[in-house]
């Protein structure tokens, strides 16, 4: 449920302080703890157990679908998601769980934040359903990646934007060298604005962006292009004090089931999910919403890892590459004590094929 709010712009603050961390810090991941938590997990959540939880969209969802006041246990709900925003209060120890794409797990390993992935989400046909589409300037005369040498592309380290433009730079058999990457936040509209004044050449946008940027200047010249790539990994994600606590794991647990529950209820609710989410929660209209709701397909949320965590691997690789930072071994991020736990409680309500809202 990767939709980042039209306010997210004021999250630039934050992403601020995040690319400090990352610039100043590039040795600090020796503090990590990349040990597996083997410690089981109890069957039971005492009622009196508090997580505060960093997804906004998963609270409407479970008030939506009628889950919010069945949980055995206490949640605290920040309105806030995202790397950049969740890294900052899991330092803070402020934070227990929230949402964000993989590339914030990545970077946190990196400044020395010891950080668990304990749910997946990902989109079945990806490649029909981007979560990024790459944005190109007015006149930039980019009709293929290959075109990309030479020009300037908004560029976001620690987020998944950032990490799509060097995958996108690798698949079109360039590096950083032959193109000028122009540090951006990639929040709000800031990358639509960017490339509509010519500030930059292409930028990857998302969410409504992709509606919206070819609409409003389009006349211009404005369109985009797809990249052809996964970009659609979306994961809860802890700290590890958080996962190594024995009650808090327990509660992590009960949310994962709830938020994976969550997933199909909105793929079996367009109609309601557009209305209750997109036009009262975040105040995009209809037809925006319609549109997101068909963007993002179906979920497919796997039992197995496996093939996921190879992915994640090929991604550290090509950033610690172009980075210089050290490469690891991503399965480190992940607490495969939570593996299934999504899979199997949705294991009787699989997704099906929605009427269009």
């Not at 939506?64 to 069945?70: A, P």
């Not at 369109?223 to 979306?234: A, M, S, V, W």
């Not at 509660?251 to 994962?256: C, N």
């Amino acid at each position: 449920m990767r939709t980042a709010p039209l306010q997210a712009a004021t999250a630039a603050a934050t992403v601020s302080l995040l690319l400090a961390g990352c610039q100043n810090s590039g040795a600090a991941a020796g503090g990590t703890d990349t040990a597996p938590i083997k410690a089981r997990i109890p069957k039971t959540v005492s009622a009196d157990t508090s997580i505060t939880v960093g997804a906004p969209d998963l609270k409407v969802a479970l008030k939506l679908s009628g889950q919010l006041d069945k949980l055995p246990f206490t949640v605290k709900w920040a309105n806030l998601q995202g790397g950049p925003q969740c890294s900052e209060a899991f330092r803070a120890g402020s934070l227990d769980l929230c949402s964000a794409a993989e590339i914030p797990s990545i970077h946190a390993h990196w400044t020395g934040l010891d950080t668990r992935l304990v749910a997946a989400r990902f989109r079945k046909v990806p490649l029909d359903h981007p979560t990024y589409e790459l944005g190109i300037a007015p006149g930039a005369n980019i009709d293929t990646l290959k075109d990309l040498r030479g020009k300037k592309i908004a560029y976001s380290p620690g987020q998944a934007q950032g990490a799509l433009v060097l995958r996108i730079l690798a698949r079109a058999g360039l590096t950083k060298e032959d193109v000028q990457l122009v540090e951006l936040p990639s929040t709000g509209d800031v990358y639509p604005t960017a490339l509509s004044s010519r500030q930059v050449d292409a930028a990857p946008i998302g969410d409504v962006n992709i509606r919206r940027y070819p609409a409003k200047y389009g006349k211009d010249g404005a369109r985009t292009i797809q990249h052809g790539l996964r970009d659609d990994p979306e994961h809860l994600w802890a700290p590890a004090e958080s996962v190594k606590d024995p009650q808090k794991a327990a509660a992590i647990r009960e949310l994962v089931e709830v938020w994976a529950r969550a997933q199909i209820w909105i793929d079996k609710h367009p109609k309601e999910w557009i209305e209750g989410y997109y036009v009262k929660d975040q105040g995009l209209t209809h037809e925006d919403g319609a549109y997101l709701v068909e963007q993002s397909g179906h979920p497919d949320i796997p039992a197995d890892w496996t093939p996921a965590i190879g992915r994640q691997q090929k991604t550290v690789d090509l950033l610690a590459k172009e980075t210089g930072q050290e490469k690891f071994d991503a399965s480190i991020l992940f607490d495969r004590r939570y593996e299934s736990v999504a899979a199997r409680a949705i294991a009787a309500e699989a997704p099906t094929e929605r009427e269009r809202p």
